[in-house]
């Protein structure tokens, strides 16, 4: 699995347990070449473990299997939405929709160029979009462990989590 610094599996695997997915990476980079980008490698490392799976009832995270018609649907909503502030993958220079809360809060990661890529959220219940300085890989494992975003995420129960699959 690929990770970038920023990154820590076994904080990760502490939270959610074994990965649930194998060979999703490789997915998860032919969404992103087709769609003329390349992810950050922690999203990748996440998404191809992980992907595909609703962790504790509250957050649903996009993997290969949903990556597409994720974008093609609640994308394009999203994209002509005033709170929105990015066009939205696979629009060329497009944000990353990568996920939902139960809330109907959307997740994203937008390209800051670089290959710097930081997490953002439209959160429905404020109507209003919240960007962070924070890169998928910490943002997640930091936001997981109940370090950041409390006013909006859930608190947490004792990990490890409950993943459900979409399989």
């Known amino acids: 699995m690929t990770t970038s610094p920023r990154t820590d599996p076994p904080a990760l695997s502490k939270l959610l347990g074994p990965a649930v997915r194998s060979g999703g990476e490789e997915q998860i980079e032919a969404v992103a070449r087709e769609w003329g980008v ?15 799976v609703t962790i504790c009832e509250y957050i649903f995270f996009c993997g290969a299997r949903n990556l597409r018609s994720y974008a093609a649907g609640m994308g394009r909503r999203l994209e002509v939405s005033p709170t929105v ?3 939205v993958l696979p629009s ?11 809330e109907g809060d959307q997740l994203f990661l937008v390209d800051r160029g670089g290959g ?3 997490v953002s959220a439209f959160r429905r219940g404020w109507a209003d ?5 924070l890169e998928f890989g910490e943002w997640f494992a930091r936001m997981l462990a109940g370090e950041i975003e409390t006013d ?11 993943l459900r699959t979409s399989d």
């Open 38 to 52: 390349v992810f950050p490698p922690d999203f990748v490392a996440v998404a191809g473990a992980y992907g595909d």
């Open 85 to 87: 502030p990015h066009r």
């Open 92 to 102: 060329s220079g497009g944000a990353l929709v990568w996920g939902n809360t139960i």
């Open 116 to 118: 710097r890529w930081t």
């Open 129 to 133: 979009w919240y960007d962070t300085d």
């Open 152 to 162: 909006w995420m859930p608190e947490w129960p004792a990990p490890p989590y409950e």
